[in-house]
């Protein structure tokens, strides 16, 4: 992880997208109901094929265009909870009041500017996500700010838009969306680029969500949330990673594209000093594979071209990023043409020879110091594939280019299409605009949630909670379970119930824990058997962590399991056994013999019983010594 020194010195700068869909009755066009389907109840399916004329269209942007040159036919799959206004059949109805209440609702949160009127614009998509070839979005608040250890993060904008259909599996050439999803309305908030290192960026996700789900009206589980981070250093370029789906990944997502930035920069220093240069020349070296080993060549009809890179040895196989070398970059571009794409900083390998990798270099005159690019495919696509990937190794020369990308799961990111343009917008006609009412911004006002200071507050007071531990836990997603714990078993120290919702469960998951199965019942009957000193608190990692692998275990399981039963009478033996051989000492110090005894009951005991109990049954033994004489 980057020192806060680094950040500074590469001049990071990053901003967050946030897509909430929110829990609404109805979708924010039509009278549908905002429900995900099993994809096998879909009753209706209809095709359509992309015209993207450009007289329609008006100026279509690069990112756009790059989506048509791959796709034209799209499958759209619909059920009986989807209606025409889904299938562009039937004009949008206005916009759902239900879903305008709660936008308000969470800008009055980030202290925004709610506009008096929200106009519903076009924002043309031509990937096919909507029928109708646009989605359409509301701007409903600007200018707010959010408050962060490390200085205000202003929110630029935030919009009430409709989501997409959800992209299927293809079938045959056809790209296949399910209308389950389209039309179920989503906020979209956006930060302005304030944010200044990667643990600042988890924070502001964190608390935009937080303040999300305060209002109670906004969906939860796996891909209801989705952030879009963009990242820029200032010797790069702004790249914008699209569909972070985990909360905990934002952070190592930013520190993962700053590491790529830097990476590609020494690469091109590198190449520079090298004078590497890129020939452009496709040859078609299919005759040298005939008898060849490779499935991923034999897959493809034996057809393999290629090109040479000159001065690129080395570099295709640099890691810049966990699990991705600068090769992986190369083969995202050959991979929108179907080619895969192999080089001669891995070969010889995958089934391909040591004569074969000979015979590459001997055509294209290699030397040492250059590499060899193949991929396997016919002409067309081969073409394509290998005039995008020297398109992509020139930029390498030149620095960092400003594009999209896809976050993938383990915090890295892959290639997706080129910075889109400012989106244009064009008003939608059929939506009418919606005044907002002072008296309703008023009502809404006077209802809000509780925020984070006054929460705090209420913690200091009630549960004589430090400044500290009260921030924490006032702007944890647990606070809600702590006030749960509290309120049921109040004999337990509201200090240890933080601790162990917030610091502890970070230890967990820093050591390899996948903390995700533990529900709040967990937790609650956790405290339940502390509050009953059922097992000592220095227990409650390892219980934590053997449910987390064993979700179906009850708390009394795991304590059995982990072997934390307390016999009392056995533990009063064992003290009992100590201070008969410290007699002499206890006479010798009185009641002050306790502390040291202590600590060699500990010893035995630790994280096994309580401390307070085992405190209890020493003194009364301790007395009992002294009351002998
Ligand atoms: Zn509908």
């Known amino acids: 992880m980057a020192t806060k020194t680094t950040y500074e010195e590469v001049g990071l700068k990053a901003g967050l997208e946030i897509h909430q869909q929110l829990d609404t009755h109805t979708k924010l066009f039509c ?15 209809f095709k359509r094929y992309l015209r993207a004329t450009k007289s329609e269209m008006g100026e279509v942007d690069a990112a756009a265009l790059e989506e048509v040159k791959y796709r034209q036919t799209f499958l759209y799959k619909g059920y009986d909870s989807t209606c025409l206004v889904e299938y562009d059949e039937e004009p949008p109805s206005e916009l759902n009041p239900e879903a305008i209440d709660t936008s308000l609702e969470v800008a009055l949160l980030l202290k925004m500017n709610p506009l008096d009127a929200v106009h519903t614009m076009r924002k043309i998509v031509i990937d096919g996500s909507n029928t ?65 290192s990667a643990e600042q960026a988890t924070k502001v996700a ?6 999300l789900r305060s209002t109670g009206k906004v969906k939860r589980g796996l ?97 810049i990023q966990p699990e991705r070398r600068f090769g992986s970059e190369l083969a995202d571009f050959a991979r929108m043409y179907g080619a895969g794409l192999m080089h001669t900083d891995e070969l010889p390998a995958y089934g391909i020879s040591e004569l074969e990798v000979e015979h590459l270099r001997r055509v294209f005159d290699a030397a040492e110091e250059d590499c060899v690019v193949i991929v396997a495919a016919v002409r067309e ?101 702590f006030e749960r714990v509290m309120d049921s078993y109040g004999d337990v120290s509201a200090t240890l119930v933080v601790r162990t919702l917030t610091d502890m469960l970070v230890e967990l998951m820093q050591d390899g824990v996948e903390v995700e199965p533990l529900a709040n019942q967990h937790f609650m009957d956790l405290f339940e058997q502390l509050a009953a000193n059922a097992f000592g608190k220095e227990a409650i990692p390892a219980i934590l962590k053997l449910l987390a692998n064993k979700p179906d275990m009850s708390v009394e399981q795991a304590i059995t399991e982990i072997g934390l039963n307390v016999d009392t009478a056995e533990v009063t033996r064992l003290i009992v056994g100590i201070v008969d051989t ?47 004489g």
């Not at 964190?206 to 303040?211: A, E, R, T, Y």
């Not at 981070?229 to 952070?251: C, D, F, M, P, T």
């Not at 009418?432 to 006054?454: D, G, M, N, R, S």
Request: proline fraction near 5%.
């Open 582 to 628: 410290k007699r002499d000492f206890i006479r010798d110090k009185g009641v002050r013999a306790v502390g040291p005894l202590m600590g060699i009951v500990m010893k035995e005991l630790r994280g096994k019983v309580d401390g307070k109990v085992l405190n209890k049954i020493l003194e009364e033994q301790v007395a009992a010594v002294l009351a002998e």
């Open 223 to 319: 891909g209801t949330i989705r952030q879009d981070i963009n990242v820029s250093i200032a010797k790069g370029a702004r790249v914008e990673l699209k569909g972070v789906q985990n909360l905990r990944l934002v952070g190592e997502i930013v520190n993962n594209e700053l590491n790529r930035q830097l990476k590609l920069i020494e690469l091109k220093e590198v190449l520079n000093t090298r004078g590497a240069w890129v020939e452009h020349r496709i040859e078609d070296l299919s005759c040298f594979f005939a008898s060849t080993a490779s499935k991923v060549i034999k897959n493809a009809g034996g057809h393999v071209f290629g090109i040479c890179l000159h001065g690129f040895a080395g570099i295709l196989g640099t890691e």
């Open 381 to 481: 696509p081969a073409d394509k594939a290998l005039n995008a990937v020297m398109a992509r190794a020139e930029e390498a020369m030149q620095g960092i280019p400003k594009e999209t990308r896809r976050a993938l799961p383990n915090g890295s990111s892959a290639y997706m299409r080129p910075l889109p343009g400012a989106a244009r917008m064009y008003p939608e006609t059929d939506v009418p605009p919606v005044e907002i009412a002072a008296q309703k911004l008023e009502y809404i006002e006077a209802h809000l949630p509780e925020t984070f200071e006054h929460r705090k507050a209420r913690y200091k007071d009630k549960f004589q909670l430090n400044d500290e531990l009260a921030d924490k836990i006032s702007r944890n997603v647990n606070f809600m379970l």
């Open 132 to 196: 109708c070839g646009f989605q359409r979005t509301a701007l409903v608040a600007t200018d707010g700010v959010l408050q962060t250890d490390e200085g205000p993060v202003r929110v630029d904008s935030l919009c009430l838009e409709e989501d997409a259909a959800q992209k299927l599996e293809p079938e045959g050439n056809a790209v296949v969306y399910s209308l389950d999803r389209l039309g179920i309305p989503l906020v979209e908030i956006c930060t302005a680029p304030d944010i200044r």
């Open 206 to 211: 964190g608390q935009l969500g937080m303040i």
């Open 31 to 45: 009278n549908c109901p905002t429900r995900l389907r099993d994809k096998k109840d879909s009753s209706i399916s």
